[in-house]
């Protein structure tokens, strides 16, 4: 019989994140710290007109680009925000989950050949989105020593003739790095005078924890005609189950990616967009709150990493930290085997994120302040007898 699949697809690895939540879900009283979703409900306000949504029966299709009122929120919501002023009519549009947003994007723009500059340690999608497209990764290892921050030297060293689009995943998962106003600044001419086009993965934008706060490169000067700024309601509105992202940018992309959207999806769930109103226009202080939950376990870890002397930059986005683990002479997946086999505690090996993530770890800490306790204790008595092993020997 023929090969009934294709090259392309068989050649990508499955997702590494998915494997310790898998054996730690049959294992009693383990802990998992891998996985990135809020741990606190979807809010009240979110859920009622969900369901409200539902008692009118309003269970149609939304136009391929979303419901108008959803895109206005999210107009509003960027120009509050971060200074960004998009058409609502034109330049936004509602995906599944912002990981449709960066699929759709890349076959948008994407020739055969086309270079994409992926940073990494970063989000699993981004690479095999390229290859599905056509293009060709180019991976840019981040440095611990920089705070896992791009920086103009890296970007630089990067570019080739073939190159096309480059990748911007700040506040980083797996890393919890962010890029302030600076650090954007060091990039921009490059980005100008290269002629490259911007995909900003800016799911994490509401999780950042620095005094300056956010900032987007769309916003830049230069920037917006060259950016796709991709955003999304599961991390910042605990909404990971209603799938609601969202993609803003120049007409002439915008156009073409609602294209492959009108053909593949048709539309954003119903229902979740007009929760996805309510989320915008009134979830302000929800976001606040939760944002100073994760703030306060944030703290916590670094400090508890410091008590047992695992070196960890202090990430300041998102709800992961990436401690190191070089000392013990082992990789990162015999770690995490070895980590969840003893102490029962599930998290995700830094090479799920790309091979340059080899020697640590990815925690994540959308869980209660008890269950890090707990699961930080294991860890700590975990590390001690790695130690005194090693010392043995």
Known sequence: MRNPLSKVITEIEPSGIRKFFDIVSEMKDAISLGVGEPDFDTPWHIRDEGIYSLEKGRTFYTSNAGLKELKIEISNFLNRKYGLDYDYNHEIMVTVGGSEAIDIAMRAMLDPGDEVLIPQPSYVSYLPCARLAGGVPVVIELKAENQFRLTRDELEAAITPKTKILVLPFPNNPTGAVMERSDLEELVDVIVANDLYVI???????????????????????????????????????????????????????????????????????????????????????????????????????????????ECFEPFGAFYAFPCIKEFGM??????????????????????????????????????????KEALDRMERFVQKLRAEKKEA
């Not at 944002?291 to 944030?298: K, L, Q």
């Not at 995490?336 to 091979?355: C, I, N, S, W, Y």
């Not at 340059?356 to 925690?363: A, D, T, V």
């Open 200 to 310: 900003t993965d800016e799911i994490y934008s509401e999780l950042t924890y620095t005094e300056e706060g956010h900032v987007s490169i769309a916003a830049m000067p230069g920037m917006r005609d060259r950016t796709i700024y991709i955003n999304g309601l599961s991390k910042s509105h605990a909404m990971t189950g209603w799938r609601i992202g969202y993609a803003c940018g120049p007409q002439v992309i915008l156009k073409q990616m609602l294209k492959i959207h009108q053909f593949a999806i048709m539309c954003a769930p119903t229902t979740s967009q007009y929760a996805g109103v309510s989320a915008l226009k009134n979830g302000d202080e929800d976001v606040a709150h939760m944002r100073d939950e994760y703030n306060g376990r944030r703290r916590y870890l670094v400090h508890r990493f410091k008590e047992m002397g695992l």
């Open 331 to 372: 990789t990162s997946d015999e770690f995490a085997t070895r980590f969840l086999q003893e102490e029962k505690v599930a998290v995700v090996p830094g090479t799920a994120f790309g091979a340059c993530g080899e020697g640590f770890l990815r925690i994540s800490y959308a869980y209660s302040l008890e269950a890090l």
